[in-house]
């Protein structure tokens, strides 16, 4: 072996000069014997420090960046478990249409993305094994024969080569390939076939070529007729569909969208994609991602935009090819409108309509990121749907939780067996997910019946053969069940890696319930009776709906007083139920109902961002007591669980980056306009629900700490870069007027305030006063932040100092008259001053005194771009229009700009399957007693890559009533807690993550506790988390044991 790995060794050095990996695996071994020492190598990188075989030829380009070098990284022993399980799971039957993958179900945190990518770089080059030729050669010989000397046959050979109509050469094809033949010519339909694609294949595109390669397909299975009767069956059917597919060496990755970042980033970070490039040092071609391009070309924090997808002849050429959910609802709707006009989901449409790449190819494998989303939605759902439609020789899901849910609860079995059998549809097990007529004929004539009979019998099959048992607690369906979850599942539990483990705290934060109110409950209570004013006195409902707005029509009006009594009917019929019910229960309902409403919720909202935001900073300060943040973080660890993590010795000098969770988006918005009032808005990044270019920059920006784009050389704005092209300055300029009439342009930022109606009777000042409420509960000096209450006429007090301490020096007047301005004054004085064209040019104040304050009037605000518009010819208002001739933003070099990022509002909803292990802190804005999402949300930092312990903190929200109206509530008997028993003391299992009253029964629970290694508790064995816990995957092997590996390259 070692003879073998030295040779190897040498070949491999002298490779990396002269061939790429995919040129390797076109060379024919020289000799049986070579071949079978090479179908294992050593790998020697495993950060336990010891050696093991792997299938030829390793992983290459796997953990070897610059900066995974400088670290030492290596996979870990688990990865390597898992990555020889899932070498198997390909290589048990290497025939057409069996079974080739399964589910890597690694738990949340232990590196899935790393292994998938070792599987993926272990096979680049190979291609899927070809579909059987599914017409008989000699038949096809004879009718050739008689054919070739036929005129009739002229037709049927024109139609096959139509494709090339294009090509100036076509004329002369036509006329040699046009039978009947009198001479030796094409003697076979093989050697038409060979005559066409040689004298073609530098004249025409690629694409045609295999339109014409289809044609021939079609046109032979024509001329073999017996064969019907095979056509008829599943896979004769299927065999038919994918030969008339392009086969490709490509791995089709779909993620949810939330993830696209994250993929490109892994893939970045820890890939050397020249290792795959077309030549040698070439990093292009290798990767494409979905609304980027080719990875080589992207740039960090990602910009992804909207844009069509590559042809096919395009994406063929990759090695990976990953795209969001999204793009996979857009195909599948565009799929079923193509439908409705026969478009087929190969060829495409007669009227040159394309079908989606994405059907065209036979991907050599397909992965699913977050899988367990393809369980939890019926098989009808549109991305589900178009997913189990493409075709690949290999299928994997990717999923720590492929079964979701809550373990205790009591239809946890059946639900989780149901979304089990969907992913074996996906997988198209032989057994449970065979669809019977996932065919051509079905996909191109639009009807469904027959792939739901299809998968109406798959489902029956396991209701019969596992689930129906398995609920029924009978040996039978157990054991069916763990035979095809062990052949299927690759499967790591957390407690086998050494990982820091999370910190979990319970913060409190008080909100005081106005004596006000207390009183008015007290006072309904007492007497019996509530008003109809009593409703507004203590706020409950919509505010709004106690206060017309005088704006409004009668109409309108008489609608809101309708809204309103009917709130109040509801409301009253509530209370009166509960009035009979005693003045305990009466009194909990008018305190509840307070507590629903608006005006409470954003007390809560502003506590709960007050406790964060001096969390925060007492974290950032204590950091800085400790020496400071690392600079480098390359200098560190790759993780804490290779360097046995002691919580005794550690120092923590990691960066301080907080996650704010929430399932409400609403309660994480409010929270944010906290954060935004405490902190610049660079420290903040937002991932909420919206464009999938928004959450991949936004993550890329909390990730790296830094952004891109461009200064205006106008305003020295910053105008952020998304991938889209910066052409015009998008910062909003305003155009404000002085009492003496000047008017000229500032930025929001020299607002100091707005004059309010006291200030109004000052002799300086211009303009309508501002009332205090407009800006809701902000203060005058919030003007400039609050675009939204701007009107024009507002008086205000602006920093008119130039030049200013925070701001760049304006252009003179001179350089000005350079751009243009002369232009521009005329335009403004033929528009009366009402038009856009303005010039950012020297304010009028330069006065030293008083920091330059001046009062203004607000006359107008727009885009600096706007302001200071191109010289063109407007086609609407048939006149020239615009005058700047200066510098913009299409001028300037993109920049990259360091930020302080160390907040991120994260909504539930888009947390699954994120790599957050540099994340410091995670607050979590309410409880989560589910302990299997609890696992899933800790498991975004708790993960491998993490440099430290976790801490995550759930802030917890009670209500406090004043000491009169608290009093009468025990009088009342109500069951109030007292101040020792309200303070939280729940606990977690570090196990389970289940939830806890207090510290000592969650420490009896963790000994029992059946995820506890150390634990000797016996789960049910009906119970799915026992079938899962049986579940061990194969370790790595030794090196000893290198002679019992499969390998998918094949010995000529």
């Not at 007290?522 to 509530?530: D, E, F, H, P, Q």
């Amino acid at each position: 072996m070692s003879n073998s790995n030295d040779l190897l060794d040498l070949f491999l050095r002298i490779n990396e000069d002269f061939l790429t990996l995919h040129d390797l695996y076109q060379l024919r071994s020289i000799s049986k014997r070579t071949f079978s020492a090479l179908k294992t190598v050593e790998y020697t990188r495993c950060r336990d420090g010891c050696d093991y075989a792997v299938p030829f030829p390793a992983y290459p380009g796997i953990l070897c960046t610059e900066s995974d070098r400088k670290l030492g990284a290596g996979l870990f022993t688990h990865q390597l478990a898992s990555l020889a399980a899932m070498h198997k799971a390909e290589n048990n039957s290497v025939t057409f249409g069996s079974l080739r993958g399964g589910i890597l179900g690694d738990a949340p945190g232990l590196g899935k993305t790393i292994t998938m990518l070792s599987l993926i770089v272990n096979t680049a080059g190979l291609r899927p094994v070809e579909p059987k030729e599914f017409y008989d050669k000699q038949t096809i010989d004879e009718h050739w024969k008689l054919m070739r000397v036929n005129p009739v046959f002229r037709t049927e050979i024109l139609k096959s080569i139509k494709p090339l109509r294009e090509s100036s050469s076509y004329d002369e094809l036509a006329r040699f390939v046009s039978p009947p033949y009198t001479d030796d010519r094409f003697p076979t339909l093989p050697s038409f076939e060979r005559h066409v694609n040689r004298n073609m294949a530098n004249k025409v595109p690629r694409a045609q070529l295999e339109l014409f390669r289809r044609n021939v397909i079609n046109f032979k299975a024509g001329l073999d007729k017996r064969n019907r009767r095979f056509f008829c069956n599943d896979k004769g059917k299927r065999i038919v569909f994918e030969r008339n597919l392009v086969p490709c060496s490509t791995t089709l990755i779909i993620v949810p969208d939330a993830l696209l970042e994250h993929w490109a980033e892994q893939i970045r970070r820890h890939v050397k994609l020249d290792v795959f490039g077309d030549f040698p040092g070439s990093d292009a071609g290798v990767v494409y991602i979905d609304g980027v391009g080719d990875l080589s070309s992207a740039r960090f924090p990602l910009n992804h935009r909207t844009m069509d997808l590559p042809s096919l002849f395009e994406l063929v050429n990759y090695l990976m090819v990953v795209v969001p959910f999204s793009r996979i609802k857009q195909q599948y709707y565009l799929r079923k409108r193509r439908r409705k006009e026969d478009v087929d989901d190969v060829t495409g449409g007669d009227n040159g309509t394309e079908s989606s790449p994405l059907l065209q190819m036979r991907w050599f494998r397909i992965v699913v990121d977050e899988g367990h989303e393809l369980g939890e939605n019926e098989a009808g759902n549109d991305i589900t749907a178009f997913i189990n439609v493409l075709a690949a020789e290999r299928r994997w899901v990717m999923s720590g939780t492929p079964t979701t849910g809550d373990e205790d609860s009591k239809g946890f079995n059946d639900v989780g067996l149901t979304q089990l059998q969907r992913l074996l549809l996906f997988l198209r097990h032989e057994e449970y997910g065979t669809t019977k007529v996932e065919t051509l004929e079905t996909q191109s004539s639009g009807s469904s019946s027959g792939r739901k009979q299809g998968k109406a019998k798959a489902k029956s099959e396991w209701d019969t053969m596992v689930k129906i048992p398995f609920l029924n607690q009978q040996d039978a369906g157990r054991e069916e069940l763990f035979r095809v979850l062990r052949e299927v599942m690759v499967m790591h539990k957390k407690e086998d890696i050494g990982l820091p483990k999370p910190v979990f705290k319970q913060g409190e934060v008080t909100v005081h319930i106005p004596q006000e109110v207390g009183s008015h409950i007290v006072n309904a209570v007492k007497t019996g009776r509530i008003f109809t004013d009593t409703y507004e006195k203590l706020t409950i409902g919509h505010r709004e709906s106690y206060h017309e707005d005088p704006n409004s029509s009668e109409s309108d009006r008489q609608i809101q007083r309708l809204i309103r009594q009917r709130r109040i009917r509801l409301l009253g019929e509530k209370i009166s139920h509960a009035q009979k019910l005693g003045a305990k229960t009466f009194f909990d309902t008018l305190l509840n109902e307070h507590i629903a409403t608006t005006d409470f919720q954003s007390k809560v909202d502003t506590c709960q961002g007050e406790y964060i935001v001096n969390a925060i900073k007492r974290e950032r300060k204590e950091l800085e007591g400790r020496g400071g943040a690392i600079a480098d973080l390359n200098s560190g660890p790759l993780t804490a669980a290779s360097d046995h993590f002691s919580a005794e010795t550690f120092i923590d000098r990691r960066p301080v980056k907080a996650v704010v969770y929430s399932s409400s988006s609403s309660n994480l918005l409010d929270v944010l306009e906290y954060f935004y009032d405490k902190f610049d808005n660079a420290n903040i990044a937002e991932m909420m629900q919206g464009n999938i270019d928004v959450m991949a920059y936004e993550l890329g920006r909390f990730r790296l700490g830094q952004k891109e784009g461009k200064f205006c050389p106008i305003c020295n704005g910053w105008n952020e870069y998304s991938g889209k092209e910066l052409s015009g300055c998008k910062n909003t300029l305003l155009e404000v007027s002085d009492a003496a009439g000047n008017v000229f342009l500032i930025e929001s930022e020299r607002i100091l305030r707005a004059i309010g109606k006291e200030d109004r009777d000052r002799a300086d000042c211009v303009g309508n006063p501002v009332e205090m409420n407009r800006l809701g509960e902000a203060p005058l000096n919030k003007y400039g932040m609050s675009k939204k209450a701007w009107k024009v006429g507002d008086a205000l007090c602006i920093d008119a100092r130039d030049p200013h301490p925070l701001f760049r020096a304006r252009l003179s007047e001179e350089q000005w008259a350079v751009y243009g301005s002369a232009r521009c004054k005329e335009l403004f004085a033929i528009d009366g001053g009402e038009g856009v064209d303005n010039y950012f040019g020297p304010l009028p104040c330069e006065e030293e005194t008083n920091y330059g304050q001046l009062m203004v009037s607000l006359r107008k605000w727009q885009p600096c771009g706007k302001f200071h518009g191109k010289p063109r010819w407007n086609h609407l208002r048939k006149k020239q229009v615009g005058w700047y001739t200066g510098p913009t933003l299409v001028h300037e070099e993109i920049e990259t700009v360091k930020e302080d990022v160390f907040i991120l509002a994260l909504d539930a909803s888009l947390a699954h399957g994120l790599d957050l292990s540099f994340v410091t802190h995670l607050y979590l804005l309410e409880p989560i007693d589910d302990a299997a999402l609890l696992e899933q949300v800790t498991s975004r930092a708790h993960r491998l890559g993490a440099t430290g312990p976790v801490t995550i903190e759930t802030v917890n929200v009670w209500h406090e009533l004043d000491p009169s109206t608290k009093k009468f509530r025990k009088q009342i008997a109500s069951n109030l807690n007292d101040e020792d028993q309200k303070r939280t003391s729940t606990a977690i299992c570090e196990h389970c993550y289940r939830s806890f009253d207090n510290i000592t029964l969650a420490e009896e629970h963790e000994i029992r506790c059946d995820r506890n290694p150390d634990s000797s508790a016996e789960v049910p064995l009906f119970h799915l988390s026992s079938v899962y816990r049986d579940l061990r995957p194969p370790p790595p092997m030794g090196i000893g044991a290198c002679g019992d590996v499969e390998s998918d390259t094949k010995c000529p």
